[in-house]
């Protein structure tokens, strides 16, 4: 590692070994769903900042190969289920949610719309009123301020830092009678200290085991890393210390490695501890695997009985965390890319031993977020204080420096989310925690927008080359390298635009430039709005940038946009500034902000009802899936806010219907402000979201509503609601979904045998009602779902 990287990696690493680190506003406890709840799910809830609310929820669940789509279920009691949304993506949004609580769960399927597959059920708790005293900037330089802890023995609090000035390492010592007051940092004597006059220690870790106090460090000599070695020195408090001396470890055989990134761990069971070190191969090239070396009784050395646990042969892994959740062992690590950013990775198992076979997982996006994975902790000791990460931003080393944070280096802050043996987290400009409320909440800058919205179809987009089209670059799926938007162009310039449905003030435009390790490169482009898809005005100018991989742009343009366009004007390598036109593309474009209607109309013949527009979390164009319905013992006949003259309720026969215009969700029937439970937001029929209808019941003035699967109210207006199904026969259907529409051989749409893009023009022969659905039968013998988000009739 670079002397350079010396400063940062001790501060990270002491504040990770002795710090503790902040726990995020929400409890997730688990609960068992029927299923198999093959896959792992997590969520945090975070702030949103237009209107400063901490009532949203971002899902992560673990993909399933075999997955076509993935259904994501809400729950307000845990138990009756409502379907929300529909994707592809391992990721999503829930915003606006009301009450104290949610659950949730997915649900994966296959091409034939058959479940594989379900994860546990989540309990996500809102709090409100809340204040956190300290806020960490992702944009810039900023500084984490962590619990200062300390050792305590024999009832005086001790501390300790290691620092390197002019080649010479130094061990401070501070003590304090009760905590709080303490000495000022003074030497402390160091027996064998020959080594220590000349040399570079990084990656320092300070602990205490049986009332002794134990430094282990990546140690080199004071002009190159040619040394590749581990150093312990150790002590009791108030007494000399004495430097172990520094080596490099051996197996059992002999086989001698390079030591470099290093850190430790010490196993909950209070007795185990071991040293993670990015280690060379047994033919010495460096940083080559993940050696896991279990430490002897005192934690002064390596067990020479034990053979180390070499985790990731060969991928070149550097900057090695690991920490232990709910039996799990996570092992966090960076790809070893110099000083640019990387993708982060991690390895999980049941057992330290099984970490050597586990498969390494990425995490974040395909290039770090801009960083490089670093050391992750908690802020406090308690069992379910939830983990971040302090991921390195090595600016000062790179050819174009970050001038946001003034051509230095700084650290990210993410907050990792875990559940059985996954791992997911994301990038926010903000981070607000508080170390003495135990508490840490992030701050998105507005709504997503663009997930999943019609893009590359506005005039001048370019055209994609083959299986790279548009739509990969804001389908959500951000940590695949090879689920890219790539355009045709022998110049290195393009254009891309995604049409949000409607206007929409904009905050923060974030892009995943293509990015391969060894071969950086960086693009200069505009970010560009519109309102009519034709005149496009230029909202951010970066046409000097150098940064590469992920750009974040906060977008500070008054003015509303419905389209936003990335105009990029070429792609260039980062060494010698080359033309790259290869690297052309990015993976995601993801657009932030807020709705800017807020008018409510009201019609004679019902209550007030919402007409609001788009949100983040609009659903995916993938086929509506029944949720597991309630049983009919399980859904109340009235609301618990329902009055008895509201009580009017007929159950019918099931069936799904889509928002016209956006509108509100009620907890009775009759509609007032004080019952609404959240707001739906409607662009187009396509990203709309649906219900299942179970009931009819009327308002205290008669008015007629629809009961949902839910125990929830919502219009009977068809101006604002309509079946979701085509109820007639159509000889011509056209396809409106712009991820088209599957053909299956069965009439329950199993078997699939053709694709039909959209705008493609399908002739009907037959009608079948499938229960609360229904399915055309093409002329070709092809059956395909009656859906009006898929498919409308052709006149």
């Known amino acids: 590692m670079h002397p350079q990287k010396q400063t940062v990696n001790q501060t990270i690493l002491t504040v990770l070994g002795i710090l503790l680190l902040a726990a995020i506003l929400i409890t997730a406890p688990k609960a068992s769903a029927s299923g198999e709840n093959s896959l792992a799910l997590t969520g945090n809830v975070f702030i949103n900042s237009t209107n400063q609310q901490a009532n949203n929820v971002k899902l992560h669940w673990q993909s399933d190969t075999n997955a076509d789509h993935y259904v994501i279920d809400k729950s307000v009691d845990g138990t009756n289920f409502d379907q929300i949304q529909t994707t592809t993506a391992t990721s999503t949004d829930d915003n606006h949610v009301e009450g104290k609580t949610a659950y949730y769960r997915i649900r994966a399927y296959n091409s034939n719309n058959q479940q594989i597959g379900q994860s546990n059920v989540i309990k996500e708790s809102i709090q409100r009123g809340f204040t956190l005293s300290d806020s960490y900037s992702n944009t810039g330089i900023s500084q984490f301020h962590g619990k200062n802890a300390a050792f305590k023995v024999n009832g005086v609090y001790y501390r300790y830092k290691l620092t390197v000035e002019s080649h010479k390492a130094l061990l401070e010592e501070a003590s304090s009678n009760d905590g709080t007051h303490f000495t000022d940092f003074k030497p402390v004597t160091i027996k064998n200290d020959s080594e220590l006059g000349a040399c570079k220690i990084e990656s320092v870790s300070i602990e205490m085991h049986n009332g002794v106090i134990i430094v282990w460090g990546h140690y080199e000599n004071a002009t190159d890393y040619s040394l590749g070695r581990m150093i312990c020195i150790s002590g009791k408090p108030g007494q000399p210390f004495i430097n172990h001396g520094s080596f490099r470890p051996k197996t ?6 390079q030591s470099r990134d290093l850190s430790f761990f010490a196993d909950p069971n209070g007795k185990d501890a071991y040293l ?7 033919s010495g090239h460096a940083n080559q695997n993940t050696n896991i070396y279990k430490l002897n009784s005192d934690w002064t050395g390596i067990d020479p009985q034990f053979n180390p646990i070499i985790a990731n042969k060969g991928l070149g892994r550097e900057a090695p965390s690991m920490i232990k959740k709910d039996n799990w062992y996570y092992l966090f690590t960076s790809k070893a890319n110099g000083w640019y950013p990387s993708e982060g990775g991690y390895n999980s198992a049941t057992s330290i031993t099984n970490l050597a076979t586990s498969k390494l997982q990425p995490i974040g996006n395909t290039s770090g977020y801009g960083a490089q994975s670093g050391g992750v902790g908690q802020l406090s000791d308690q069992p379910n204080s939830p983990y971040f990460m302090m991921a390195n931003r090595w600016s000062a080393g ?3 420096p970050d001038p946001a944070i003034d051509n230095k280096n700084a650290s990210r802050m ?7 043996g996954f791992a997911a987290f994301d990038y926010y400009p903000t981070v607000k925690y508080d170390v003495g409320k135990d508490k840490i909440v992030p701050v998105q800058n507005g709504e997503i927008l663009s997930v999943n919205k019609p893009a590359g179809q506005v005039a001048g987009d370019t055209s994609a080359v083959k299986d790279r089209g548009p739509q990969k670059a804001n389908d959500g799926i951000v940590a695949d390298s090879t689920n890219a938007y790539q355009p045709q162009t022998s110049d290195g310039q393009y254009n891309w635009t995604v049409d949000l449905g409607k206007s929409y003030h904009i905050n923060e435009v974030d892009i995943s430039f293509k990015y391969i390790g060894g071969s950086e490169t960086y693009s200069k482009y505009l970010i560009q709005g519109s309102n009519d898809g034709k005149s ?10 150098r940064i590469i991989g992920f750009n974040e742009n906060v977008i500070s343009s008054s003015n509303d946009y419905r389209y936003i366009r990335l105009k990029v004007l070429g792609t260039y390598k980062a060494s010698d500034d080359s033309l790259q036109n290869w690297a052309a593309g990015f993976n995601e474009l993801t657009v932030y902000g807020s709705d800017v209607s807020t008018s409510i109309p009201s019609t004679p013949s019902q209550q007030t009802e919402a007409t609001l527009t788009p949100s983040a979390s609009v659903s995916s164009s993938m086929p509506v899936v029944t949720p597991s319905s309630p049983s009919r013992s399980s859904i109340k006949t009235t609301s618990p806010s329902a009055a008895p003259s509201e009580t009017r309720i007929h159950d019918i026969k099931p ?17 007032h402000k004080s019952n609404r439970i959240k707001k739906y937001h409607v662009s187009s029929r396509v990203f709309g979201p649906t219900f299942k209808v179970v009931a009819t019941a009327k308002s205290v003035n008669g008015v007629l509503k629809y009961k949902l699967s839910t125990g929830r109210y919502i219009t009977a207006n068809p101006k604002y609601v309509a079946n979701l199904y085509w109820q007639h026969f159509k000889p011509k259907l056209i396809v409106i979904n712009p991820d088209g529409v599957n053909g299956y051989a069965s009439k329950n749409l199993t078997k699939k045998e053709a694709h039909y893009k959209k705008k493609a023009v399908l ?7 499938r229960g609360s659905k229904t399915v055309f039968r093409l002329f070709n013998g092809s059956y395909i779902s009656g859906n009006k988000q898929f498919v409308t009739s052709l006149k």
């Open 276 to 282: 993670i070190s990015a280690a060379s191969s047994k």
């Open 655 to 671: 069936f799904w219907l889509y928002l016209k215009k956006s509108a509100y969700l009620y907890n009775s029937a009759t509609f």
């Open 763 to 769: 002739k009907a022969r037959r009608f079948l009602k």
């Open 398 to 400: 790179w050819k174009y």
């Open 252 to 257: 059992p055989d002999g086989t001698e490695y």
């Open 414 to 420: 993410f907050l990792v989310d875990m559940d059985n």
């Open 536 to 545: 496009f005005t230029t909202v951010k100018d970066n046409i000097q940038n």
